[in-house]
């Protein structure tokens, strides 16, 4: 199907990545940008197919990345087992609020999803006894039948295959009737429920999905740095991935890629300038918005591609 | 098949529909007339199951289906048109078909996140049958389009094909010749005609007399929320509330 | 009892600055129908700007004067130049603008101010007034006494003044406002302006009680989004009775259960509010219309 050229080249992408870039500090910063870019799909599905505003994302992440720091270092879990276990939970989680906060609509969604990622979060800072409060804690390193990825160059191909996993796996979705069912009731809920489409559970099951996504991104992260502090579940963060996938196009997963690198590099690239960042930061997110509200991609494809962005 | 007894809807202070009985059986084109704000489609609504009657209930082969949502219903044999447009702008007009479709193919979540086999095979097929729809409402033309670049009249045939993909015993038409010219409406007769043609139950509300009286055989006349009259098409023309109320008006426009 | 009263007190005040951020919420959402999640910064600003321009030498009441005139052009400012060109715009995309303004702000506040903590001199005295056993700052008097006048002024405003009956009218009835002759730009424009100086006044009164950064309005702000939509999103009654509601919640918690979970009380409340009402406690009923 058409996706299939997309998926073929970014395969190809990323499998060539690695000899392109010579550094070990740009392979990290190309590290961040998949772990990111991961959740970044994930919430995409909710808020660009299915068009359900999320503001309380990372608090899935940082179920994630929680679950892989403290199932190991203090539970002894091995590290796959605590990163499936950390995706269960959220999704699980996901699977409990989805039906009576998905049912709100418009800022009311918006403040309660809000309120749930700050939730998660403030539980996270609490907890210091299993999580080590504010300050963090160290997170043992993955390993999987006894390969452990080590160096940026190993981390490399762990995340990308993930990555690409992530980006084919929700093209399947949206290539689906149940994708279909997704961006109609988007585009209008009385027509998607007048064929029958239960749309309270294609909203939870998406939910989930992005949910258990999140968590997979937090829990490599959290391996990958090897520290996570409640800064990873924070309502910053949420808003980050929001403006991820916001920047780079709402309903498409190139543009949650690209979302995702322009925003894990701009602060990168800003960070010297103490309180400059968040100037350039916060008037990038206005400039993009008021010029672009469709964001990058989708524009650009508009522009160049006379044809509708779907990969 | 579908009964209503003493169904009424209110709104804050507004009652839309005020204790209305009515039955319609199969296989015939039932007609919904009456001014504006009769409580038309929220008739519609209340049988759909977009709204739960605060009065009286809905039944469907004679079980009481009131308050069901609208998914359960369409599963039950109910599909729809809208009097507002209800279409996906940001698909074409054949995925907005498919749509219609859904019930026949839904699937479960991992077979939609890996494309199993069956799911493309079913996809396939429901993309032939959505062509065929679109042909047989006659916007084939129209398949690759996004519905948002379409034409209104031919946007109003989207809606009627989505609902004809769901394979409904009764279809409800809200108002589907409204906004059409002359010929349009000709044509959106003969439809309606070929739809009844196929055995399916058809649900009409429309403001063109013409139109009504043409095609239906059963008239329910709705005035303020209340049943004014009810019967075959001569009879409710002949009936002189129903001149005094409707007719007359309308000749007067 | 003592102990009760004292929760009450402290309760009070933070909820009469909740509800002045929530009011913020209420009139920006009500004239334009954009959630301002730059709210926070507005009162940030008040607390910043008045200890900084204290501190320059000027008087209490100009330091004041000086941080809401800095908070009204911060607000007329994000309406020029971000919120009026993408009017239009999808629910999600003005979000992020208002995001974009509050991290901006935050951004030039943090340059300019550094990121040290601050606290503004009492308005009048530190000496607690004690009442049945429990003790009351001067300052929370100073708290409850503004909130209560700017609350009144608002009730003139919209009611007794033609730009707040515009104001009024537009949130009633977009197009129809329109057609009368009223200025849609203009009314949003005020609004900002509005909700602009109703957060630095905010700011202003709690420095001195909660000391302030440049990241203080991040919380406050969200406090206040959660109060806003309690009362039902656009009640401007709604606004202040979630704000109290809120402020009393929380000193309750922190007084009786748990201090560290404080925080988490609004959010807590508002999901379980949500669940059961799902546009508020406050808010209008009406199906919505096919
Ligand atoms: N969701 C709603 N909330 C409040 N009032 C409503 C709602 N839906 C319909 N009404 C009111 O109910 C009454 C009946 O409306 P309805 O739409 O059913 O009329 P109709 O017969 O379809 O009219 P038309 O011919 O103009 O389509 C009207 O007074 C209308 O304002
Ligand atoms: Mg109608």
Known sequence: ?311 | MLALEGVGMRFGGVQALAGVDWRVDAGRVHAVIGPNGAGKTTLFNVITGVYRPTQGCVLLDGQDVSGLPPDRLAARGLARTFQNLQVVGAMSAEENVMLGAHLCLSQGTLASLLHLPGLRRADRECRAEALEWLRFTGIAEYAGRLAEAMPYGALKRLEIARAMAARPRVLFLDEPAAGLNQSEKLAMRELILAIADKGITVVLVEHDMKLVMGVSEHILVLDYGRKLAEGAAAEVRANPEVIAAYLGEAEAH | MAEFLQFLFSGVTSGSIYALAALGFAIIFNASGVINFAQGEFIMLGGMVSVFLAAAGLALPFAVLGAVLVAVVAGLVLEKAAIEPARSAETVTLIIITIGASILIQGVAQIVFGKGQHALRPFSGEAPIVIGGASLLPQSLWVLGVSALMVAGLWLFFNRTLPGKAMLAVSANRLGAELVGIDIRRTWLTAFGLSGALGAVAGALAAPITMTSYDAGLMLGLKGFVAATLGGLGSGLGAVAGGLILGLLEAMTAGYVSSAYKDAVPFVAILLVLFFLPRGLFGSRAAERV
């Open chain 1, 1 to 311: 199907m058409a996706r299939w050229p997309w998926l073929t080249g970014f395969a190809l992408l990323l499998a060539a990545l690695p000899w392109a870039v010579p550094n070990a500090y740009l392979l990290d910063v190309i590290n961040r940008i998949g772990i990111n870019a991961i959740a970044v799909i994930g919430l995409n599905l909710v808020m660009g197919y299915a068009g359900q505003v999320s503001l309380g994302h990372a608090g899935f992440f940082g179920i994630g990345a929680y679950a892989s720091a403290v199932l190991t270092s203090r539970y002894g879990w091995p590290p796959l087992a605590a990163l499936a276990g950390g995706m269960a939970g959220a999704g699980a989680l996901a699977f409990a609020v989805a039906r009576p906060i998905l049912r709100l609509k418009g800022h009311y969604l918006a403040m309660a999803t809000l309120g749930l990622g700050i939730i998660l979060s403030i539980v996270i800072t609490n907890e210091a006894g299993f999580t080590g409060g504010p300050d963090g804690m160290p997170v043992d390193a993955l390993s999987v039948a006894g390969f452990s990825p080590s160096g940026e160059r190993q981390w490399y191909f762990v995340i990308a295959v993930c990555l690409w996993c992530a980006a084919w796996l929700a093209g399947n979705l949206v290539d689906s009737p149940m994708g279909r069912a997704l961006r109609a009731l988007h585009g209008s809920e009385p027509a998607a429920r007048s064929v029958g489409v239960d749309t309270a559970r294609y909203k939870a099951r998406v939910f989930v999905i992005a949910a258990v996504l999140a968590s997979l991104s937090g829990s490599l992260f959290a391996h990958y740095v090897g520290f996570v502090t409640p800064q990873v579940a924070s309502f910053m963060h949420s808003i980050e991935l929001v403006t991820m996938a916001v920047v780079g196009g709402l309903a498409s997963i190139g543009g949650s890629v690209a979302g995702a690198a322009l925003l894990t590099v701009l602060p990168q690239a800003l960070a010297e300038f103490e309180g400059w960042e968040m100037v350039a930061f916060g008037a990038l997110l206005i400039l993009v918005m008021v010029l672009m509200p469709r964001g990058l991609v989708p524009t650009l494809a508009r522009r160049f591609g006379g044809a509708r962005a779907r990969a």
